[in-house]
């Protein structure tokens, strides 16, 4: 009986280019293989990548939100906000105050006392006055005014005078308010303080250094207390 030898060796082994069962190449790599774990860390890196693409947009966006707004209720408060709070709202009409004609000596001091009166006193805003601006101020509400070149201070000489930063008033209680009137200037001032601001003297001493600067001391017509 003849035997057949196959050579085992060439029929097990396709040729180059020739598919492997399956229909795959060998040319192309088996399931599982490079390109598999390729696509499996690309997708990994993608799933990580999507939570840190949206912590850096919230991160951004918090940063350009404005402090104290409706998407930040935790937000600090403005201090502003905050320090005006109870503060009554400051009218944008004209306080009525007089402006009495004046000489010209006087018209000339009291124009350089209004330009170095300070624009706000402590957190009261300068309001327009309906008369005598080169003369006359006024501040908050209710206001606080200044009036330059009014008629002296009548007043007994055992009344109190008081030395404020180097300017001496007399200071005369009213119903509803304290009027200081300087007692050592050439051209009288008057300051009229409402009875709803507490320790009034306080508000007067801001217009120290514009009076001093202005004008010009009477030490002569000073009452005695007013003396050094």
Known sequence: MTTEQVDVSAAGSPAAGDPAPGGRSPDRPAPGGPDRTTRQAAIWA?????????????????RLAPAGSDDDPGAA???????????????????????????????IVCRALVSQLP?????????????????????????????????????????????LDGVCWHAAEQADATVWTTVDREIPVRVSVPGSYDEP???VTAFADPLIETVPSDADAAPRGCRA
Do not use: H, K, M
């Open 46 to 62: 993608t799933v990580v990548a999507l939570p840190l693409t949206v912590i850096v947009a919230l991160a951004a966006f918090s």
């Open 77 to 107: 408060a403005d201090p502003s906000a905050s320090a005006s709070a109870g503060v009554a709202p400051v009218p944008t009409t004209p306080v009525q105050i007089a402006a009495p004609a004046l000489d010209e000596r006087a018209e």
């Open 119 to 163: 624009g706000t006193l402590r957190d009261l805003p300068q309001r327009r006055v309906t008369d005598g601006a080169e003369q006359n101020a006024a501040y908050g509400e209710p206001p606080i005014t200044v009036a330059c070149g009014v008629p002296a201070a009548q007043f007994p000489p055992t009344d109190l005078v008081y030395a």
């Open 201 to 203: 003297g306080q508000w």
